[in-house]
């Protein structure tokens, strides 16, 4: 997401984060095969990993799960009505997925897993790009 913030112009009105819900990776960086992936196709992967909490609730607009029991985690986070409107599903802004449709573990996928993620997470984003685009005028 941050890659095709940059590329249309956008990384001084869209802030792009991540974040894990549990804390056993905080610090740590990405898996080397999403590095890899990523690195391939020109697009770097960096950053540390950081534990959502309940402030983050105050600093973003959205808040986007990768899978089911990530954003029940994040629902059961959220303090109000306003914090739950803020959680979706990263592909609800994909425009071929299914309802309610997860990104898959790439772990489990074999040697094209991350491939697989990648080219998902991709789609979802830039649906999500022009979301923020047509309905909030970024």
Not at 17 to 22: F, L, N, P
Not at 57 to 76: K, Q
Not at 81 to 100: G, Q
Request: charged share 35%; net charge negative.
């Amino acid at each position: 997401m941050r890659h095709l913030v940059k590329e249309v112009g956008l990384g001084d009105r869209i802030v792009v984060e991540s974040a894990g819900t549990g804390d056993w990776h905080v610090g740590g960086a990405r898996d080397r095969r999403s590095r890899a992936v990523g690195a391939a196709r020109g697009i770097p992967l960096e950053g540390e990993a950081q534990q959502f909490t309940r402030p983050d609730f105050n600093r973003f607009d959205h808040v986007l799960a990768m899978d089911r029991a990530n954003r029940d985690e994040l629902l059961r986070l959220a303090r109000d009505d306003r914090d739950r409107a803020k959680v979706r599903l990263l592909r609800s802004f994909d425009p071929v997925a299914p309802p309610d449709a997860e990104v898959p573990d790439p772990y489990y996928g074999g040697p094209r897993g991350f491939e697989e993620v990648f080219d998902i997470c991709e789609r979802a984003c830039r649906g999500l790009l022009e979301h923020l685009q047509r309905d909030h005028g970024a």
